[in-house]
C-alpha cells in the first residue's frame, strides 16, 4: 500500500529556532501534498497545500513566512516552522494522495515542543 | 466555522455490539466524504469513503451511510472489536474527490469494552 513517511517524529528545541519537518512518498509520486496541524483535543487543521515545482497555498490565518513550505521533488516536500515559539508547539501531519483514485494517506505526524 | 462537525466527543460499546459513529456537515458542495481512524501520535488510517452519488458503502465490518438531504453521515462497525478502540475522524472534501483538500470533523473517541 501507499506509504508516507514523516520525518522526524518528535522535535524539542528552544525558542526561536528553525525546524524542518520532512514529508516523503515512499513508493509513489505526489504532485500535491498536505500540511495539517493537530492541537491536543481538535481536529486536523489544514494548514497548506503543497505543490511540487510551484508556490504553496496556505488556508487563511496560516503565514507563509512562518511555516516555509518546499516541495522540490515528487516525493519529498519540507515543512520549516522558523523561529518558532512555544505557541508553535502542536502535532504537525503530512498527507499525499497516491492518485489512481485513492484518498490521502497520511504520515505518522511530528510532535514539536518548543521551550 | 466548523464545516464538519462530530457531535459525539466519546462512546463506549461493548465488544461484539454495534458501534455507531456519526458526523454532520453544512457545506453542500462537498461530494466525498471519508472516514479515518487515528491512535494517539500517529497519522490517520483510511477506512472508508463514500461518493455524494452513493448513500451507502460496505467494506467488510465498515459501512458508512449518507443522507444527503440531512447532510449526515455516520459509520457502522459491527461487530467491533477491541482493536477498533482509536479516535475516528469523519472528513469532507469538494469538487471531484479527494484529490482536494479535506475538511476534518473533530473526532470521536471509541472505546470497545471487552
Known amino acids: 500500500g501507499a506509504v508516507v513517511s514523516q520525518h522526524p517524529s518528535w522535535v524539542i528545541c528552544k525558542s526561536g529556532t528553525s525546524v524542518k519537518i520532512e514529508c516523503r512518498s515512499l513508493d509513489f509520486q505526489a504532485t500535491t501534498m498536505f500540511w495539517y496541524r493537530q492541537f491536543p483535543k481538535q481536529s486536523l487543521m489544514l494548514m497548506a497545500t503543497?505543490?511540487?515545482?510551484?508556490?504553496?497555498?496556505?488556508e487563511q490565518g496560516v503565514e507563509k513566512d512562518k511555516f516555509l513550505i518546499n516541495h522540490a521533488s515528487l516525493t519529498l516536500s519540507t515543512l520549516t516552522v522558523t523561529s518558532a515559539h512555544p505557541e508553535d508547539s502542536s502535532f504537525y501531519i503530512c498527507s499525499a494522495r497516491p492518485g489512481g483514485g485513492q484518498p490521502q494517506h497520511f504520515g505518522d505526524g511530528t510532535r514539536l515542543s518548543i521551550l | 466555522d466548523q464545516q464538519v462537525k462530530q457531535n459525539s466527543p466519546s462512546l463506549s460499546v461493548q465488544e461484539g455490539r454495534i458501534s455507531i459513529l456519526n458526523c454532520d456537515y453544512t457545506?453542500?458542495?462537498?461530494?466525498?466524504f471519508l472516514w479515518y481512524k487515528k491512535y494517539p501520535a500517529e497519522g490517520p488510517t483510511f477506512l472508508i469513503s463514500?461518493?455524494?452519488?452513493?448513500d451507502k458503502n460496505e467494506d467488510g465490518r465498515f459501512t458508512v451511510f449518507l443522507n444527503k438531504s440531512a447532510k449526515h453521515l455516520s459509520l457502522h462497525i459491527v461487530p467491533s472489536q477491541p482493536g477498533d478502540s482509536a479516535v475516528y475522524f469523519c472528513?469532507?472534501?469538494?469538487?471531484?474527490?479527494?484529490?482536494?483538500?479535506?475538511?476534518f470533523g473533530t473526532g470521536t473517541l471509541l472505546a470497545v469494552q471487552p
Open positions: 463514500i461518493s455524494s452519488i452513493k
Open positions: 472528513a469532507a472534501s469538494s469538487y471531484g474527490g479527494a484529490t482536494n483538500k479535506l475538511i
Open positions: 503543497s505543490n511540487e515545482g510551484s508556490k504553496a497555498t496556505y
Open positions: 457545506n453542500s458542495m462537498f461530494d466525498y
